[in-house]
Structures are given as structure tokens and as C-alpha cells.
């Protein structure tokens, strides 16, 4: 396609979200390289994020950006990928989140390095959507998320508990500490595997590097927070199956996971490719065909719009610590990450996706009642600042 044909089928289709190109709105698109009208229409969401890691356009808030494409639903009106259908049809056939392609996600993101981490995450390396609803700032939103979680699934000393991509181990030891229980945590990332082995030193908690559907033994609660992602359409009743065994008859299990609202069997091309490959974000519909005949849902609790807030926040700290990362990554990657953070963080603001905390039961008698509070002010006073450790 020619290039003046190209620009013109893009403005026209930025004029329908209000974004006009080269323009003083902070969403605008400042185009550096007339070459990508034609590229967006080739490849579509790959070639829109590769292109501005390339520095061929820029935008003073890709955040905004992002929230008015998918409001105006023009992701839906660019399909640049011909073989769209055989490849929808290939990976409802094929396993990529097999044990052995599972531990990619681990080798390309989760051991990036724990500096980058360390510099945009919470005091607690929390790597999961924080709850907002009583705090104004990060920390204070992790630790709320962490109390919401332990006060529904009712934690109570020596129940033990089985932390399902336990990450950082920030929960597992917040669970130790304030409710006096033992915890499994269980990663894919080495360097996830040893910053929570030593993170959690001292306390009665075992980390070990070890795939969902190898782990062993019954536990009193199971809990996942940000983990589903990755298990994709063709494990997850394997991996409701799992949690369903491990869990004892009276036990809790709490699923946070992102979802979307459709069901799907494809990520976004950019987002796969650079950031979580082989990951997938489950539908409603997917999560309760995997949990049919296994579980009770006792509860489901949808605070998504939390999600931008936190990679707002997260995208804050690692543009203000930037300076303390450069020597180990490069202006590229500066350029990638910020788009990631942003462009999830304008998808969560339209209401593209979603945040859910799930609670399963095998049916618990008299039933269920899920706070919604995390009691965030009595823990803080309980907490003092020297028992907060970052390695």
C-alpha cells in the first residue's frame, strides 16, 4: 500500500478516538518516520510498539493514548495477521504453556533482573495489582492487597498454605508473619526462587523452583496471585484439577488473575512477542468451565480499575530510578518497558481488561461472606518499618 493511501487510512481512524497526529494533545501521536502508517497496517499492534521502540513516533502519554484507541475499539479495526484464523485453530491444538514452554515466561521476564524490580515495585516487591480502596500511595495499596487476601481466605495459626507462583514471596511472608501460618511457595524464576528464599529467611516458609502440576500434599488454603496468566486455555481445568487435590475439604482457594472480557485464544502480538510469551488471559467463561464439578464459587471480586492505578505507580518509580538501571539496560529497553507499563495501564482505564480475586470452596456449610475491606489501618499500626526487608 502506498504511503500517502496508508497515512490516510490511520488519521481517519485516529479521527474516530480523537487523536490527531502531530497535534498539541497529550495523546498525539508525534510521528518521526512516515514509513509507519504503512507498518501499523502490515502488522498491526506488533508493528505499532516495535516501531515506537524504534523512536519511529512518540507520544507524551501513551497511557491516554491507549485508553482512547480501545475506547473507540480500533485494535478490533486493524487485523494485519492473514493467518489470524489457522493460528487461533493451531493453538487450541497446541500446548504452549506445556512444563517445558512453561519456563520460558521465567527465563524472559521474571529474570530480567532484580534490580529492575527492586527500583519499580512496592517496598515488599509485590508484582500484582494493588488495592486502593483505603490507601494514596503504593505501599500502602500492597500491603492493603496482601491483608484483603489473607482476611478471605480466613487465615488461622498452623494452616498451611500452598502460594501457587508465590513470586518475590511477599505474601507468603506477610501470611507468616501476621497470621502464623506455613507456607509452600512455589515459582518458575530462579531469580524469583532465591530473592524469596532469602526474603523469607527465618520464617516457617519453603520456596522451591517447581512447575503447578508437580507439587504435592494437601494444604489448609492455596492461593495465586498473578499466575493464571500463564497456565493458557489448554491447562486450566489440569490446573483447577491441581488445586482441587492439594486443597483439603474445608479449605479456602483464592485465584487473582487478570481476565478479559471476551474469550479468546490469542495475546496481543507485541505484548507476546516482548514482554510474556506464551501467556494468555482467561474469560469468565473459561474460569468457570475449568472450576465445574471441581469447586463451590463462593465469591468474585472485580477492582481492575485498581490495575492502572498500580501501573501508574509502578511506571512512576522506574522512570525516576531510570538513572540506576541504564548501565544494565539499554535505551531500547527503557522505550519497551514504558510502553508495557503505559499501554496496560490505558487497557485497564478503557475497561478492557479486568482484575479478579476469586474465592473456590468445595462447598463450605453455612456458606461464605468476603470482605471487601482489608482492616488496612489497624495493620499499619501493628507494622513498624524495621520489620519491612528489601535484599
Partial sequence: MQGIEAKKIIENLLHTADIEI??????????????LYA?????????FGEAYMEKWWDCQRID???ERLIRAGLQNKIKSDKWLLVKIAVYKIINLQSKTKALEVGRKHYDLGNDLFKNMLDNRMNYTCAYWREADNLDDAQLAK?????????LKPGMTVLDIGCG??????????????TVKGITISHQQCE????NCAGLPIEILFQDYREVNGRFDRIVSLGMFEHVGALNYKTYMEVVQRCLNDDGLFLLHTIGDNVTSHLVDKWIGTYIFPNGLLPSIAQIARAAEGLFVMEDWH??????DRTLMAWYNNFNKNWDKLKSHYDEKFYRMWSYYLLSCAGS???RHIQLWQIVFSKGIIGGYQAPRYSSLMNKKAETSADEITVI
Fill in 195 to 198: 530473592y524469596a528464599k532469602q
Fill in 348 to 350: 485497564f482505564r478503557a
Fill in 39 to 47: 507498518r501499523i497496517l502490515k502488522d498491526g499492534s506488533l508493528g
Fill in 168 to 181: 518475590f514471596g511477599s505474601f507468603a511472608k506477610y501470611a507468616a508473619q501476621n497470621y502464623g501460618v
Fill in 64 to 66: 491516554l493514548l491507549f
Fill in 22 to 35: 502531530n497535534s498539541n494533545q497529550p495523546w498525539s501521536i508525534h510521528v518521526h518516520n512516515d514509513e
Fill in 146 to 154: 496482601l491483608e484483603l487476601v489473607c482476611q478471605k481466605l480466613m
Fill in 302 to 307: 472485580n477492582f481492575g480499575a485498581d490495575y
